[in-house]
């Protein structure tokens, strides 16, 4: 049973435009929440965070909105740029529990 | 700061043989944790580290095991190797828990392992 969900296997999005992945999760015991980025042949990097307390977290271009009575979560890249291309993953806990990461999704942004 | 490092990042087997990597986590974290990853799939939880005892596993067999030095270090090993070990294992280190919740991990680029 997956308990964090990324339905999206792919997303093309054209340089410069808004990019929205979305995550949900089933666990309602989770409340830290995190996106990665990770590029071919590289280890996942770390983006953004956002805890349960909070509904919004930014960090330059990158924006996490948290959804809570939905178990749901979106991260939005504005503007996109070619380099942001790459799989990003999003990964929910909970109190003394470790990381669950979803299946990932791949954002291609177009020149 | 350096930050995490594995070794070695690639590696070729063949069925049966066992197999240790290694993990470097980041200065001053005590916290380990292990993922696999396999095509079309996240990251799957093996195990995590901290202060030199495994502190949760991950719904995997026997063969797959770790264990943490005390200098945070962690060895994972894989014994009596199947074709469906091929992956690309990763490392992740954190600080630890902060009021009962495991800190943002960072994570190490992976060994990938073919297992022939």
């Known amino acids: 049973d997956q308990q964090v969900k990324q339905n999206s296997p792919s997303l093309s999005v054209q340089e410069g435009r808004i990019s929205i992945l979305n995550c949900d999760y089933t666990?309602?015991?989770?409340?830290?929440f995190l996106w990665y980025k990770k590029y071919p042949a590289e280890g996942p990097t770390f983006l953004i965070s956002?805890?349960?307390?909070?509904d919004k977290n930014e960090d330059g271009r990158f924006t996490v909105f948290l959804n809570k009575s939905a178990k749901h979560l979106s991260l939005h890249i504005v503007p996109s740029q070619p380099g942001d291309s790459a799989v990003y993953f999003c990964?929910?806990?909970?109190?003394?529990?470790?990381?669950?990461f979803g299946p990932g999704t791949r954002l291609s942004v177009l020149p | 700061k350096a930050g995490v490092t594995q070794t070695p990042r690639y590696l070729i087997k063949t069925r049966g043989q066992q197999v240790t990597l290694s993990c470097s986590p980041i200065?001053?974290?005590?916290?380990v944790s292990w993922y696999q990853q396999t095509p079309g799939q996240g990251l799957q939880f093996l195990f995590e580290?901290?202060?030199?005892?495994?502190?949760n596993k991950g719904n995997f067999p026997g063969r797959f095991s770790g264990r943490q030095f005390s200098n945070s270090r962690s060895e994972m090993n894989v014994s009596t190797l199947e074709l469906g070990d091929s992956a690309l294992y990763l490392c992740?280190?954190?600080?630890?828990?902060?009021?009962?919740?495991?800190?943002?991990?960072?994570f190490g680029p992976g060994t990938r392992l073919l297992v022939l």
């Open positions: 200065s001053g974290h005590r916290s």
């Open positions: 990964a929910a806990s909970g109190e003394g529990q470790n990381f669950v």
């Open positions: 956002i805890s349960s307390i909070k």
């Open positions: 580290y901290f202060s030199e005892t495994q502190r």
């Open positions: 666990n309602s015991m989770f409340d830290y």
């Open positions: 992740a280190s954190s600080l630890g828990l902060v009021w009962g919740r495991l800190e943002t991990q960072y």
